[in-house]
């Protein structure tokens, strides 16, 4: 377990972290130590106390928008997972009645030269 000091809001706090997390444990104070100096420009001085708590409210309603973004996202990529699926099966089954055609169509050929072969008799052979 590592130990950093953190600085929010002018105050500087010891924060205990798991090894290598250090550099995002400070790029976290730093973003919260953005949000309450950008509040503080906005309200001015309404306390410390406030002005912390209002950014912790604006991070979690940034975190509350982007994970309905994320269900969203999931849904309509489960939507767009089915539609592939369904594509995928009405290929395969497009490829399989065209080459059952070809098949029949080059049967049909293949009866229909050896009738004219008989036909023709002794004569030079078409296929």
């Known amino acids: 377990m590592s130990h950093i000091n953190v600085t929010i809001n002018g105050r ?3 924060m205990a972290c798991e090894e290598g997390q250090e550099v995002r444990l400070l790029k976290l104070a730093e973003t919260l130590e953005s ?3 950008t509040l503080r420009g906005k ?3 309404i306390g410390d106390a406030r002005l912390t708590v209002m950014a912790a ?3 979690c309603d940034e975190l509350l928008d982007a994970s309905q973004r994320i269900r969203a996202l999931e849904q309509e990529l489960e939507s767009l997972r ?3 699926a369904a594509a995928a099966d009405r290929t ?3 490829q399989v009645a065209v080459s059952n055609a070809l098949n029949a169509a080059a049967e049909r050929i293949e009866r229909t030269t050896q009738v004219l072969n008989r036909t023709i008799g002794g004569g030079v052979a078409i296929g």
Do not use: D, K, P, S
């Open 43 to 45: 309200f001015g001085e």
């Open 35 to 37: 949000r309450i100096e």
């Open 92 to 94: 395969r089954a497009t």
């Open 82 to 84: 089915t539609v592939r």
């Open 12 to 14: 500087q706090y010891r």
């Open 57 to 59: 409210l604006t991070a």
